[in-house]
């Protein structure tokens, strides 16, 4: 039988014979060299360009922290390790994790992906301790084995970033815990001091504490968003642009309400998640959302990366930390970097957010 003309009894010459493996490069080339062939990307994560200083004479750092408060609590290793993985093949470079976050189940998480991706040395790794029910709160001893256990936790020998967690121990004296982490900086276990829960009284205390030799507290977090202005209050702001710190608010999606997914509260018996995300789910919610949706619709990008852009249009705030449930989030949430708001969009968003 004759298929297209030509004879199955003939042979068919096409020209000289290749070697298999010859056959199969030309044949790769051929299709790659093609007008309508996808352009592959090559070379380093475009996102590596975009670097800001987190604080004065801080590492360079992305302008968005990828939080590891979901892994090992909603999120297992092997997607937490994928949404690590999506994160830095955008170009980020910051991770943030805590002692308490899944009982440091997300520090053994972070750390085996260090290691396995060896990449220590290109990530700012920021970790807040003070939390941990073994060693609770910020007094010397248990400062001291609350770091040394993360760092065990970790596989790392420092953290670039120590964040002192106030909102656990407001009874520590301030110049206790500072005496603490100096021994920590000059030992090399942490590199620079951050903090959280702290007034602006005692961020102006520590400046003072700093001036006679105790390590300066360079970064603060803020659990901050849209929806939540009035933690950043005006004292806090005041303090923060005074001393240079470098703002670093946390909650940037309010526990992922702003991410726009999460519209309904849930039926029956609420989780811990679903008691958050329904204590947003009010009128103010929904103006704050809506608006988020029509800013997106003309920019073209998520109710994310507007939640995420509104946050680094604000003065001071140098990088929001986010978490991710899953690996396409990733995007969603970086391209919030790449948006810039004009003053009638966010009048709308904090219109709608009042």
Excluded at 228 to 256: C, I, K, N, Y
């Amino acid at each position: 039988m004759a298929q297209f003309g030509v004879d199955s009894k003939s042979p068919v010459t096409l020209g000289p014979a290749l070697p298999v493996d010859a056959a199969v490069d030309a044949a790769v080339d051929a299709k790659a060299s093609h007008p309508s062939a996808p352009i592959p990307v090559q070379g380093r994560p475009i996102g590596e360009a975009v670097r800001v200083p987190l604080g004065e004479g801080g590492p360079e750092i992305f302008p968005l922290i990828l939080g590891g408060a979901e892994f090992g609590w909603n999120v297992d290793l092997e997607s937490s390790h994928d949404i690590l993985d999506a994160y830095v093949e955008l170009g980020g470079n910051a991770v943030h994790t805590a002692d308490s976050f899944a009982g440091g189940r997300s520090e053994h998480i972070i750390g085996q992906w260090l290691h396995s991706r060896g990449l220590r040395d290109e990530i700012m790794l920021a970790v807040r301790v003070g939390g941990h029910p073994d060693n609770p709160g910020l007094g010397s001893v248990n400062l001291v084995r609350s770091v040394e256990a993360s760092l065990r936790r970790l596989g790392t020998d420092h953290v670039d970033v120590l964040y002192l967690d106030a909102t656990i121990d407001s009874e520590t004296p301030l110049e206790d815990t500072l005496a603490t982490a100096e021994w920590l900086v000059e030992t090399g276990k942490a590199r620079a001091l951050g903090a959280i829960g702290y007034s602006a009284a005692q961020l102006v205390e520590a400046r003072i504490f700093s001036s006679a030799g105790f390590p300066r507290i360079s970064v603060l977090d803020v659990p901050f968003n849209v929806l939540r202005r009035h933690e950043f209050d005006d004292d806090l702001r005041l303090v923060a642009g005074a001393q240079a710190l470098a703002v670093t608010p946390s909650h940037a999606l309010e526990h992922g309400f702003l991410s726009g997914r999460h519209r309904r509260r849930a039926r029956g018996g609420l989780s811990v998640r679903g008691a958050q995300l329904a204590a947003s789910m009010n009128r103010r919610g929904t103006r704050t959302l809506r608006a988020l949706d029509a800013v997106g619709a003309e920019l073209g990008v998520p109710d994310a990366a507007v939640a995420v852009a509104w946050l680094l249009a604000q003065r001071l705030v140098t990088a929001p930390i986010v978490n991710a449930y899953a690996a396409q989030h990733i995007e969603e949430l970086v391209q919030g970097v790449g948006v810039h708001l004009s003053r009638a969009q966010l009048a709308d968003i904090a219109r709608a957010a009042e």
